[in-house]
Structures are given as structure tokens and as C-alpha cells.
């Protein structure tokens, strides 16, 4: 793919960022389903509130009367017509279920709860994944500005060896190494460059972009690396983690589901109210009208006595399903101290590496100018020269993983922390 060679625009880190939160689109399906779970969490759904409905009906029918009566009297009539019409309002309020409404609520709560902590999970992850590309492409670059100016080298050194080669003081072997060694170096050049233009299509994609957008990208917020105190870091797996906070939601909303169970043990009260119409009207037999109408009222009480034993054996689910999350909640957290420490180790070590690398570059570099003298000079080999260069890169390359490595374990531990969206 080819990248415009317009004006591109700079994206910083911040801006990254900002565009992967109003954008992403796994970001905004999880904001709709904690709309969805705000939208369920009330006292209708928990089944505080009456319930009212209405009716209404009409029938006819057209029938042959034979009637005969005990007086003596005897009806017979064909094409008898008769119709009814009815009307009623009804009004029912379940005034106690054994406690299932607030339990019901409560259970509600915590997965609305849950569905808040889920977008703040899913935001926290999006952050780290932007951080992580952001880090990867900068590197990548810094890669290949440092490739670019080794090359350089290379070519100088090839030069040297092509000229000492035609003026006979030189075999050609070591023009043909010179070359090779050019070559691969534009060969690792350009495998950078196809790194680069990878990682700005998987940046492009977190962000919800056109992955061929062009842009240009900023390392002035990536200089500095911060860590909490580690006993801050390990109460914030507690506290403000979202994963745990969820899986501790999750153990709630059993321990509420355990208690709309049981509340099936216990007697229900439901109040009921309503008016009603009812009128019928035949053009014969021994009631020729009929119509009733007015309200009514009352109250019933219904006592479980026996349900076949499957409210136990839903209790004794629910209990294994409780132990379950909390062995979920300790895996985690262990899962957690292990990302921290894992974090707390790159970074140490990264730490050490870069200023080992930071002193060794200097000697490194030093010593190529000199051996490139003394290759002008005739005093040393091609293969010596080549080594000095081929130590340059190596010391290079480490130097900035390392530099990298270490913002890399910074977001680590934000992520374990749940810091990187509060």
C-alpha cells in the first residue's frame, strides 16, 4: 500500500487517544449495552409496580330455540338471535413475594453496575492497545532513521573497497562482502519501512480510521516513564481495577439471585381491583336481558406447599456457582499480580539495558570512526571494519527496544491498575 505523499497530519499520542474513545466501534457497542442495562434497571422490571389491563368483547350468534321449562311452558322459536357485550378494568398488586422485589433491584443494580464497568474496561483496554501501537511505531521509526544513518556507512564502506579493489591493493572478496552487507542493510531498511506502514494500518483500525489515512506522528509525550508506588499499584487491583470490580458484581448478582430463589419459599400477597360491564340480550327464551356492572375488590394469599423440589436443587446451583466466581476472582487477581510483576521486571530490565546501551553506543560509535580511518588507511581488514559496523547496529537496535520497552511496561501497569481511563 502506498501512502500519500501529501501533508500528512501529526498525531500525538493525546490525540490518538482522544480519536479511539469517541470512534472506536467496540467502544460504542459496549456504551449501548450500558444504556441497554440502565434503560432495565427499575422498579417496573423488578416487579414492584401493579399491573392494569383492560378487556372488552361482543358476541352473537343466531340459534333454533326447543325450550321446555318445569311450569309447564314450552318455547319453540327459529332464528332466536342473541348478543353480549362485556367491558372490564382490572387492576392487580402483588403487595409482597417473599422479598424478590428488592432482590430483584438489587440484581438489576449490579448489572448495570457491571455494564458501566464493562465500558470502562473496554476503554482502558482500547487505551493500552493505542499506547502499544503508538510505542511500536515509534520505534519503528526511530529504527529506521538509525538504519539510514548506518547505512550510510556501509555505503562508504563499500566505495572504499570497490576503489582499493580496482586499483589492485585490495582482493575482491572484499568488495563482493562490502556489497552483500550494503544490500542487506537496505533489505533491513526496507522490512522497517513495511513494519511502519503495518503498524499505522493496525493504528489506523483501533482508531476506526480509513487504514490508509496518512499521518506523521510525535515522541515528545513518550520521553518521560512514571510509576506509582507499588503498594498504590497493588490497591488498585482492588479498588479500581474494572475486571475484578466486575467479577466481584458477578459474585453479587448470585448472592441476589440466591435470594429471588428463596423467596419462592414464601406465601404471596396480591391485592385486586377492578369494574366490569356485563349485558347480554335474547330475543327469546326465559331471560330476555341480563346486565351486571359495577366494581370490585379483593385480596389472595398463596402459599407454596410443595414444587417438586426445585427451588433446593436451583439453591444448590447457585452455590456451586458462587464457589465458581470466587475461585474466578482469586485466578484473576493472581493473573493481575502476575501482569504487575511481569511489568515490574521488563521495566527494571529495560532500565538497565538502555543506560548499559547508552554508554556502549558512544564507544561503539567512536570506535567506528576510527576503524573507518584506519580502513582508509590500509591498517585493518575489511572483516574487522565490518564487525565494528555490524556492533553498531546491534548496540543501536537494543538501545531503542530498550528505551521502548520501558513505556511499554509504564502501560502495563496502568492497564493492571485500570488507570489509563478512571
Not at 511500536?136 to 556501509?154: G, S, Y
Request: overall charge positive.
Amino acid at each position: 500500500m502506498m501512502w500519500s505523499a501529501t501533508a500528512q497530519n501529526v498525531l500525538t499520542l493525546n490525540d490518538a487517544i482522544q480519536q479511539a474513545l469517541s470512534k472506536n466501534f467496540d467502544l460504542q457497542i459496549a456504551r449501548n449495552d450500558e444504556d441497554v442495562a440502565t434503560l432495565l434497571n427499575n422498579w417496573s422490571n423488578a416487579g414492584r409496580l401493579p399491573t392494569v389491563s383492560a378487556a372488552a368483547g361482543y358476541n352473537f350468534s343466531n340459534n333454533n330455540l326447543d325450550q321446555r321449562l318445569s311450569n309447564g311452558t314450552n318455547i319453540k322459536r327459529n332464528g332466536a338471535s342473541f348478543q353480549s357485550e362485556n367491558a372490564s378494568v382490572v387492576a392487580q398488586w402483588r403487595v409482597f413475594n417473599g422479598f424478590r422485589v428488592v432482590a430483584a433491584k438489587s440484581r438489576l443494580d449490579e448489572q448495570q453496575k457491571i455494564a458501566n464497568l464493562n465500558v470502562r474496561q473496554q476503554a482502558n483496554v482500547l487505551v493500552y492497545n493505542v499506547i502499544s501501537s503508538y510505542i511500536n511505531l515509534l520505534r519503528f521509526q526511530a529504527q529506521q532513521k538509525a538504519n539510514q544513518e548506518t547505512l550510510l556507512l556501509f555505503e562508504e564502506r563499500m566505495k572504499l573497497a570497490e576503489n582499493r579493489f580496482n586499483i589492485g591493493v585490495a582482493g575482491k572478496s572484499d568488495y563482493l562482502q562490502a556489497a552483500a552487507d550494503y544490500n542487506a542493510a537496505k533489505t533491513n531498511i526496507m522490512t522497517i519501512e513495511n513494519n511502519i506502514e503495518q503498524e499505522k494500518v493496525r493504528l489506523n483500525n483501533i482508531l476506526s480510521r480509513n487504514p490508509s489515512e496518512a499521518f506523521t506522528t510525535s515522541d515528545a509525550s513518550m520521553t518521560d516513564v512514571s510509576f506509582d508506588d507499588r503498594d498504590k499499584i497493588l490497591a488498585a487491583i482492588d479498588t479500581l481495577n474494572p475486571s475484578m470490580l466486575m467479577a466481584r458484581s458477578q459474585l453479587a448478582v448470585l448472592y441476589q439471585q440466591q435470594r429471588e430463589i428463596n423467596a419462592n419459599r414464601l406465601p404471596t400477597v396480591t391485592l385486586n381491583a377492578g369494574a366490569g360491564l356485563n349485558n347480554s340480550v335474547n330475543s327469546a327464551g326465559f331471560t330476555l336481558r341480563n346486565t351486571t356492572y359495577g366494581p370490585n375488590a379483593g385480596i389472595q394469599l398463596a402459599i407454596p406447599i410443595f414444587q417438586g423440589g426445585v427451588v433446593k436443587q436451583n439453591l444448590k446451583v447457585n452455590a456451586v456457582q458462587q464457589k465458581s466466581q470466587q475461585v474466578q476472582i482469586e485466578s484473576l487477581r493472581n493473573d493481575l499480580m502476575t501482569a504487575l510483576a511481569a511489568a515490574y521486571n521488563n521495566y527494571k530490565n529495560a532500565k538497565k539495558l538502555y543506560d548499559l546501551e547508552l554508554q556502549t553506543l558512544e564507544v561503539i560509535k567512536e570506535n567506528n570512526v576510527i576503524a573507518m580511518e584506519r580502513f582508509r588507511k590500509a591498517s585493518i581488514t575489511s572483516v574487522e571494519l565490518r564487525q565494528t559496523q555490524i556492533n553498531l547496529i546491534e548496540s543501536q537496535t537494543r538501545m531503542i527496544n530498550a528505551r521502548y520497552q520501558m513505556k511499554q511496561a509504564e502501560a502495563d501497569v496502568m492497564l493492571v491498575m485500570g488507570k489509563l481511563v478512571e
